[in-house]
């Protein structure tokens, strides 16, 4: 059975049993900073088991992405090395939300290990919580195990939950027994549950979570238990192929078998080689998956994890003598075997190859400099242990991060001092570094939720602008209170509203509130989600309001026009920027605001005058022929099958609005847009530029924005053009012929500097000294600049031939220092030292050459003096 057949089968299996299939979800977390990358079938489902979003489905199944490569989870190290572990992997899942539990969930399992992938039963055994008597008894009722084959075990295996307080529950796992000949040597003897390291694997969890654990850790029975499993596919497909490593699974070994052909080896033959292999292969999938779902390389956060996979796939493949790039054509391989359950990887194939080149070019050009520092400074060790200050030199000066170091230490059987490193880090904690700093989610207010149970607001705003609604819920400090007097800041939830909730980009609207009478009760003064299905409208109150009463809510009708017109604008920057640059550009973030837009997207160059032309040009040619807009709303999955884009980081239900320009633009929005194209007016970039690496960023305005753009730029060309006596037409050449008589006269500024300087040459021969046969001169000159100084310098250490020389000059910003010596004194006398002695002596810093430097100060009044003793440490000196 191969690895796609096995996937498929365990989604047919729930679907049959009313489970609705849903999609992976992407690596990145929509909405949850507190997670670096999804690591589990569940993570897409966590509002869902809090209670605090609904589905229209109680039961669900996935095959869900999976990076475990930082944070927490992190098994980076161990990938290569052992048959088990990686940094991507699928994690395949049945979930019951409030719906069956733990008899069903055990029968379901042991049906499909059994019946439907055909396990032998012998070569399977389970554990429970050790308290769980019912997991137990269910076991042997419902899957007929043997209790000889049930084993009870502690917390540490067999208790689950989300955080230190919140959902939580005992789970009960399937393990197979892989044989005797799988087993560590002289640990073939061992029975289940001592593992001789590898005859025994887990393939199935089963979480029941049926207690809440309150902060006092206090367990409560949950009012209804759900289940939440995960199967690991890449075990699995062991398992079921007969292989007693991951790595030689139809999912892993055709990579390892294309890097074995582009490095011109064989899989097999040398244990060095073959852990290098397997290391390329298992993070070419790391790397293809979480490119294409938005991540780039970079200095912090999930860039730096993504960084630090490809590097080590690098640097372990370059130990085995393979230097030239290689990673980009294993990303391209991986988008082809994964084919058949992730079609979508074959449309960024090109864009990660990019990213990918691009990156081992930088390794090619970086890295392998802080790696040749690395092994210079460990050359010179004594002892086993790297000093912290050498490390962090490593780290500060060639950019070559800890665990980088800890990885290549550890391959020379090397330590490195992490205590003084860290004393080192002290002054430099909020560089861009190893560890991922995840924001805590925000906690969700308990009354949110209370508000949330009484039914999910009613979102009207699509065709209406005002409406009657009722007040089901108000709120102060985020407390619900039954009322508000005027004057007061609150937040009102109504059982409808036309106002809309920000998300997806789209601010949230502003308005009034008015009651039955007319007079206005409130300003909104904006809408957000207060949790998934409840919109909290901020408002400052004018009279007083109670729950219950019922209001017309009106949007500010033209800041919602102009928020429109820009969320529309955006899509149509989108797709005219994936027509003019390549269909690997995808949307990384927007805001969308009533001034202005901000357009977000994957592309590695910035774009020239012609290429942001021609996106104007396709843009406002959609607008010009003022097509209609459609909406409609359909599955998931047929939304996609259309050709609609769905956004990076995006969470999307099972049913989802899809926006079309007809023949143009489709994409999944739930935003606000304009009837017809042609409402935008027009669209105007205003600003392009990079804001990460390989992601570029358009500001633009549309509408009466643009308008007032285009009346600002024309107010400013006019008076322009009456500063330089010249008409519109006439204006550039003017400003051209301007601009060149401007650069004329600074030469001839430059010109006459430069003379004056040198006539300075004769009138300072006399003021030198002679110390041992060589000229020394520490003056102060007038109204000089550096370049002045630096010229005239130059002119007496010529003429004089064996010379020191310290010039300085003050003016209103402070001491400008200049200090030269001739080439034979160099040995003897520092330019740079003695540039900084005095600049020290005038409160500040100077350095350089040994021949020639430069510094400054703020202290003139010290400047004669520090001149002066110029010579006497000249003297000591020659």
């Not at 989300?162 to 393990?175: F, K, L, Q, V």
């Not at 490390?391 to 991060?401: E, Q, R, V």
């Not at 490193?421 to 207010?445: C, I, L, N, T, Y």
């Not at 209609?628 to 359909?634: A, I, S």
Request: hydrophobic share 40%.
């Amino acid at each position: 059975m191969t690895g796609h057949e096995i996937r498929q089968r365990f989604l047919d299996f729930f679907a049959q049993r009313g489970h609705r299939v849903v999609r992976s979800s992407s690596l990145v977390p929509a909405n949850d900073p507190t997670l670096l990358f999804a690591n589990a079938g569940m993570n897409q489902f966590k509002d869902t088991f809090l209670g605090l979003e609904k589905r229209d489905y109680s039961r669900a199944t996935t095959a869900q992405k999976c990076v475990r490569a930082g944070g927490k989870h992190n098994d980076l190290e161990n990938v290569g090395y052992t048959r088990r572990h990686h940094t991507f992997f699928e994690m395949l899942g049945n979930f019951s939300f409030g719906d069956y539990f733990k008899a069903d969930a055990i029968a379901f399992a042991w049906d499909l290990v059994t019946r439907e992938y055909g396990l032998a039963k012998e070569h399977l055994y389970v554990t429970v919580f050790r308290e769980d008597d019912d997991a137990e008894d269910l076991w042997q009722k419902v899957a007929g195990v043997p209790k000889s084959r049930i084993f009870r075990l502690d917390e540490k295996d067999n208790f689950w939950q989300m955080g230190e307080t919140g959902p939580c529950g005992p789970c009960s796992e399937i393990y197979y027994d892989f044989g005797p000949q799988a087993a560590e040597p002289g640990h073939e003897h061992e029975e289940f549950p001592e593992d001789g390291g590898g005859r025994f694997t887990e393939i199935w969890n089963l979480v029941f979570m049926q207690y809440d654990r309150d902060a006092q850790g206090r367990l409560t029975p949950l009012p209804r238990p759900s289940i939440d499993t995960g199967m690991g596919l890449e075990r699995t497909a062991a398992v079921l192929q007969g292989k007693l490593s991951n790595y030689d699974t139809d999912l892993i070994h055709p990579i390892i078998v294309q890097a074995a052909d582009l490095f011109n080896t064989t899989y097999g033959d040398d244990p060095r080689v073959d852990t290098a292999l397997r290391i390329a292969a298992d993070h070419a999938r790391a790397t293809a998956f979480l490119i294409h779902d938005g991540v780039l390389p970079s200095n912090e956060g999930r860039g730096y994890v993504l960084r630090k996979i490809m590097r080590r796939a690098m640097r372990n493949v370059r130990l085995i003598g393979v230097e030239q790039p290689f990673l980009h054509q294993l990303t391209a391989f991986v988008a082809g075997l994964m084919r058949p359950a992730y079609p979508e990887l074959m449309e960024s194939v090109e864009r990660v190859a990019r990213v990918v080149k691009d990156e081992e070019h930088r390794y090619a050009t970086t890295f392998l400099v802080a790696e040749r520092e690395f092994n210079d400074a460990i050359r010179k060790l004594e002892g086993h242990t790297i000093p912290g200050a050498v490390s962090f030199k490593l780290y500060d000066t060639y950019g070559l991060a800890l665990d980088e170091q800890e990885d290549m230490a550890r391959e020379h059987s090397l330590a490195i001092d992490r205590a003084a490193f860290d004393q080192e880090m002290e002054q430099q904690r909020e560089r861009a570094r190893a560890s991922w700093k995840g924001g805590g989610k925000g906690a969700v207010a308990p009354d949110y939720q209370k508000l949330l149970e009484r039914g999910r607001t009613k979102f009207l705003g699509y065709s209406d602008l005002e409406a009657e609604s009722r007040v089901i819920g108000l709120l102060v400090a985020r407390q619900l209170v039954d009322s508000v007097p005027a004057g007061a800041r609150a937040e009102l939830v109504f059982d409808q509203t036309p106002f809309y909730a920000e998300a997806g980009g789209q601010v949230g609207d502003q308005g009034s509130l008015y009651s039955a009478a007319g007079e206005r009760v409130a300003s909104v003064e904006t809408t957000f989600p207060g949790v998934p299905g409840l919109t909290v409208h901020r408002i400052l109150t004018h009279a007083p309001i109670a729950v219950g009463d019922i209001l017309r809510a009106e949007v500010a009708a033209p800041v919602r026009a102009s928020t429109r017109r820009n969320h529309t604008a955006t899509h149509l920057l989108h797709a005219s920027l994936r027509q003019v640059l390549g269909t690997h550009v995808k949307q990384a973030g927007s805001v969308v605001d009533p001034g202005r837009l901000r357009f977000d997207f994957t592309h590695y160059a910035a774009l020239d005058r012609a290429e942001i032309e021609e996106v104007e040009r396709l843009t406002n040619q959609q607008i010009l022929r003022n097509t209609g807009v459609e909406t409609n709303v359909m599955p998931l999955d047929q939304a996609i099958a259309t050709g609609a884009m769905a956004l990076f980081g995006e969470k999307y239900g099972e049913q989802v609005r899809v926006v079309t320009v007809p023949g143009f633009s489709r994409e999944l929005c739930g935003g606000t847009h304009v009837h017809r194209t042609g409402d935008i007016g027009i669209c105007k970039i205003i600003y392009e530029g990079s804001i990460s690496q390989g992601v570029r960023r358009i500001e633009a305005v549309t509408g009466e924005g643009a308008l007032r753009q285009y009346q600002e730029t024309s107010e400013a060309v006019r008076r322009i053009a009456g500063l330089v006596h010249a008409g519109e037409p006439d204006l550039i050449e003017q400003v051209e012929r301007l601009l060149a008589a401007e650069r004329a006269y600074a030469r001839q500024v430059e010109q006459l500097k430069e003379k004056l300087a040198q006539s300075a040459v004769g009138a300072l021969d006399g003021q030198a000294r002679t110390v041992n046969g060589a000229r020394v001169l520490a003056v102060r000159v007038e109204r000089m600049d550096r370049q002045q100084m630096r010229s005239l310098a130059d002119s007496l250490r010529n003429k004089w031939k064996s010379a020191v020389v310290v010039l300085a000059s003050v003016d209103e910003g402070g001491v400008s220092i200049v200090s030269a010596v001739t080439k034979d004194l160099t040995s003897k006398v520092h330019a740079g030292k003695l540039a900084g002695a005095v600049a020290q002596a005038v409160g500040g810093k100077g350095g350089g050459r040994p021949d020639m430097a430069e510094g400054g100060g703020k202290d003139a009044a010290a400047l004669d003096p520090a001149l002066e003793n110029v010579y006497r440490e000249v003297a000591g000196k020659l």
